[in-house]
């Protein structure tokens, strides 16, 4: 079955470092646009950063621009997020996303369970 798996997670200082994992399997990876999406308590769910099916294009929200890279590999099935100089704004459940269009009216999507990111001091 489809599954995507976060992992990586966990608590950080402002200013550390954290990379998160989403291994993927069930469906065609190296087809799907990968994203990341992050939800603090209270907040509506925002998109952190996104991977075209190649690697080849990115894209990142405003707020963290310059501090995290999103990377996959497509051999490993795997997507991932670095995550650096965080900050405690940063603190959030964060998802996987797959995502592929197979209609002009359809996509594919797959989420992750979401794994904790918590950067306190």
């Known amino acids: 079955q489809v599954q995507l798996m976060e992992s990586g997670g966990g608590l950080v200082q402002p200013g550390g470092s954290l990379r998160l994992s989403c291994a ?5 990876f190296s087809m799907y646009t990968m994203r ?10 925002e998109l952190v950063a996104s991977i075209d099916s190649n690697g ?7 707020s963290v621009k310059g501090r995290f890279t999103i990377s ?3 051999a490993k ?3 991932y997020v670095q995550m650096n100089s965080l900050k405690l704004e940063d603190t959030a459940v964060y998802y996987c996303n797959a995502r592929r269009s197979i209609t002009p009216q ?8 979401g794994t ?4 306190s001091s």
């Open 56 to 62: 080849g294009s990115t894209n990142y929200a405003d």
């Open 116 to 119: 904790q990111v918590t950067v």
């Open 36 to 45: 990341w999406y992050r939800q603090a308590p209270g907040k509506e769910r």
């Open 24 to 28: 993927a399997s069930g469906f065609t």
């Open 106 to 113: 359809y996509s594919s999507i797959h989420w992750g369970q």
């Open 72 to 74: 996959r590999d497509n």
């Open 77 to 79: 099935n795997t997507v």
